[in-house]
């Protein structure tokens, strides 16, 4: 006998799913519809960081590698571009709970006590597994056993964070036939400061006091670039919590960041940038999130039992919320392409395409 095809409800478990919104407001006999909504939504977010957590092991399974090969690289890339376009759709899907008003969240909101959405488990193993380590005393002892071993075993294992770490300290730097690409760097940064410094002495519209307090602003800046050439004061300051990368994987960061043109540069931009962009929209969810509570609840203790709500915590974590924020602040060390040190031929082949 022929097998008989799947069906469409039975694959995705849409009886399951549809029946899985059990109304505490319900149970209670009391009306409250949009409690309703308020489940459908958080159920959703749940399903989604299921899927973020799913597409970060198949990244870190990649970056695991001794060799992350380019196609390996450039899958990373698509894994990243996908989990960007989902956390704008976990920004999205606030509005959708903005619909919900405050009265009508009240209409259920203490029966929901002690649950709250501090306790996402999810959320949370996958913001370690990126490379955060925010997690308070007080949110595990929220979670059940089973869910607070999940997390515990995440923070002690390598996140993604770490694991570009290592591949970044693994590229080969431009010392080679003679040619010391620090050594070219640093005297395009010397020459870019000095232009800058007589841009700002020469100004005009500025009096003497403000040209003197911008030059010495411009000075500054150019003695920050010491952390790439001395490795010395980048261990300070990575033991201070300035900067998480390693020396190794700073300069290439930046190598690859400033040469992202040519073509096997290209694609570990892409990742570097497209994680730049996760931190920053997983941060925008966390305002708008934040927003919601205030709108929602005010200075009321949050149904999770925390003083003056959820946006305390939410608050918090969007000043430590970035995994990758050193490469966003690599931007303090990029030079306009014409003042670039042109790369040989031989090494502009090496990141070329050969066939």
Do not use: C
């Amino acid at each position: 006998m022929p097998k008989p095809g799947i069906y469409y409800s039975d694959y995705l478990a849409v009886d399951e799913l549809t029946n899985m919104q059990q109304l505490e407001s319900t149970k209670h006999n009391l009306d409250a519809p949009d409690e309703h909504l308020f489940i459908i939504i958080h159920q959703a977010y749940e399903l989604w960081f299921k899927q973020l957590l799913f597409d970060l092991d198949r990244m870190m399974t990649l970056a695991k590698q001794e060799q992350f090969d380019d196609a390996d690289v450039l899958k990373a890339v698509g894994l990243v571009d996908r989990m960007n376009t989902i956390a704008d759709l976990l920004v999205q899907q606030v509005d959708v709970l903005d619909t919900m008003t405050p009265l009508d969240f009240m209409d259920f909101r203490n029966l929901l006590v002690p649950a709250s959405g501090f306790q996402s488990w999810q959320f949370r193993l996958f913001e370690t597994r990126l490379g955060l380590k925010h997690h308070s005393t007080g949110f595990m002892a929220a979670l059940e056993p089973r869910h607070k071993k999940v997390l515990e075993e995440a923070q002690n294992a390598p996140t993604l964070f770490d694991l570009l770490n290592k591949w970044l300290g693994r590229t080969p730097f431009l010392q080679k036939d003679g040619f010391d690409f620090w050594q070219h760097y640093r005297k395009a940064v010397e020459t870019m400061v000095k232009e800058e410094e007589q841009l700002v002495l020469s100004n005009p519209h500025l009096t003497e006091d403000e040209k003197q307090l911008e030059a010495a602003k411009v000075r500054e800046t150019g003695q920050s670039f010491e952390v790439l050439f001395d490795e010395n004061q980048h261990q300070k300051l990575q033991e201070a919590g300035a900067w998480r990368l390693d020396y190794n994987a700073l300069k290439a960061a930046l190598f690859i960041m400033l040469y992202r043109d040519e073509p096997l540069l290209n694609a570990p931009f892409k990742l570097m940038d497209g994680l730049i962009q996760l931190d920053q929209t997983m941060n925008l969810w966390r305002q708008r999130h934040m927003q919601m509570a205030q709108r929602m609840i005010g200075q009321k203790i949050s149904t999770g039992g925390m003083s003056g709500g959820s946006q305390a915590y939410l608050a918090k974590t969007i000043q430590t919320g970035l995994a990758f924020k050193d490469f966003a602040a690599l931007s303090t060390f990029l030079l306009p392409r014409k003042n670039l040190p042109p790369l040989p031929e031989n090494i502009r082949k090496t990141l070329g395409f050969n066939y």
